[in-house]
Antibody, heavy 116, light 108 residues
């Protein structure tokens, strides 16, 4: 079955960076885009960006331009999301989700806490 | 950037029909997808490409999209349908995606 398994919770300080991984299994890794969506406590879903694992092409929401990066390692079927210059407003659950239009499969979420 | 507008909350009695709207400029020209999210869980896709249901989603869930409004309709609402619902759009002319602010469905 399709599984997206994310790395564990992170606690980090303002100004630092965080890198979260999303390991895919149960399907052809390069067949579908992988997206990152975040959700602050009590808030809605926010699309951050997406990557085509086949060619590495990315698209980022304007809000995150300049401090968001996505990479992949096709040998281990994993996509990475790195967010830099963190502030307390980046404290949220970060999800990876598979798809180009709709997202049928989601990771379990990774809580990132930014605190001094 | 493209903006999607959802009412913050909708209440409905069990057995009744709930209509959850998602407004956007000419949203009828785009593909709309709907997600259900219960507390502490990842979102679940309930409608994709305006009207299609993933396997396992009850027929009570249906969608429509025209003009400036897309609608998720839940028929014969059950207590277990109580959740937050988010719309999301995609189109072939943009690499970017956006979610609506979400609607909290309360079953009275």
């Amino acid at each position: 079955q399709v599984l997206l398994v994310q790395s564990g919770a992170e606690v980090t300080k303002p100004g630092a960076s965080v890198k979260v991984s999303c390991k895919a299994s149960g399907y052809g890794f390069t067949t579908y885009d992988l997206n990152w969506v975040r959700q602050a406590t009590g808030q809605g879903l926010e699309w951050m960006g997406r990557m085509n694992p086949e060619n590495g092409n990315t698209a980022f929401a304007e809000k995150f331009q300049g401090r968001l990066n996505m990479t992949r390692n096709t040998s281990v079927n994993t996509v990475y999301m790195e967010l830099s210059s963190l502030t307390s407003e980046d404290t949220a659950i970060y999800y990876c989700a598979r798809g180009s239009g709709s997202y049928e499969f989601w990771g379990q979420g990774t809580l990132v806490t930014v605190s001094s | 950037s493209y903006v999607l507008t959802q009412p913050p909350s909708v209440s409905v009695a069990p057995g009744e029909t709930a209509s959850l709207t998602c407004g956007g400029n000419n949203i009828g020209d785009k593909s709309v997808h709907w997600y259900q999210q219960k507390p502490g869980q990842a979102p679940v896709l309930v409608i994709y490409y305006n009207t299609d249901r993933p396997s396992g989603i009850p027929e009570r869930f249906s969608g429509s999209n025209s003009g400036n409004t897309a609608t998720l309709t839940l028929s014969r609402v059950e207590a277990g349908d109580e959740a937050d619902y988010y719309c999301q759009v995609s189109d072939s002319f943009s690499d970017h995606r956006v979610f609506g602010g979400g609607t909290k469905l309360t079953v009275l």
